[in-house]
């Protein structure tokens, strides 16, 4: 039987570590960890998914994206045959952001954001998960949260700002924690909603996720 190859997108400045606890059958399927790279200047997301998807080494792969990288499996979605896209913790569409993200576009106010300062991996967790983090995750976060590079937190934050998708794809499979701060589920239709998931629930709700992944997949 030949497995599924199935490759995982982490989410804005994060490494694919953030998969460590992710575990897929392996007589079914394969897995594969993306990386970010740095973006050229002012390029635009469409070309950087051109590239990302240069590192698919396989005919129709599952895409599954977190966060920012479940807006870059949509992209390189579009450029590509895949079996199928997950995005989890993430949205479909610019109509799927928080009115505080709406605002900052229209205003603006994202590229007031200090992101040269975001290089400070504590600034950066507040600014990604709320300042309301405890002390004791910071250790876990500094491990997770590895682009500190201030022109790819410049453009990535600029991507998401800036995306231009106003009507979801069809067939993708939403994954969406009932508790993500970021991209709140009262603003999100057509998802599977997880009890009590947050932004982070690759990392704190890794057994649902292994649980049901596959069947989502194969469905």
């Known amino acids: 039987m030949t497995k599924i190859p199935v490759y995982f997108m982490p989410g804005l400045a994060a490494s694919s570590t953030i998969f460590e606890n992710i575990k897929l059958p392996e007589d079914q399927f394969e897995m594969f960890f993306l990386e970010w790279f740095l973006p050229t200047d002012k390029e635009s997301l469409e070309s950087y998914a051109k590239r990302m998807n240069e590192k698919i080494l396989h005919e129709n792969p599952v895409l599954i994206g977190v966060s920012f990288?479940?807006?870059?499996?949509?992209?390189?979605?579009?450029?590509?045959?895949?079996?199928?896209?997950?995005?989890?913790?993430?949205?479909?569409?610019?109509?799927?952001?928080?009115?505080?993200?709406?605002?900052?576009?229209?205003?603006?106010?994202?590229?007031l954001l200090p992101t040269q300062l975001l290089s400070n991996v504590e600034l950066l967790v507040k600014y990604a998960f709320g300042s309301n983090v405890i002390e004791k995750r910071l250790k876990l976060y500094e491990k997770y949260l590895s682009v500190r590079d201030k022109g790819y937190l410049d453009w990535s934050i600029e991507s998401v700002m800036l995306w231009p998708q106003i009507e979801a794809p069809k067939g993708i499979v939403h994954?969406?924690?009932?508790?993500?701060?970021?991209?709140?589920?009262k603003n999100i239709k057509n998802c599977i909603a997880v009890k009590g998931g947050t932004h982070i629930m690759i990392l704190n709700k890794f057994k649902w996720l292994n649980e049901n992944l596959p069947k989502l997949i194969l469905q």
């Open 69 to 111: 990288g479940g807006i870059l499996v949509q992209e390189m979605a579009k450029l590509m045959p895949v079996r199928k896209v997950v995005i989890i913790s993430s949205v479909k569409s610019n109509t799927e952001y928080p009115s505080r993200f709406k605002i900052a576009k229209a205003t603006k106010a994202y590229k």
């Open 175 to 185: 994954i969406q924690g009932d508790a993500d701060p970021v991209f709140p589920i």
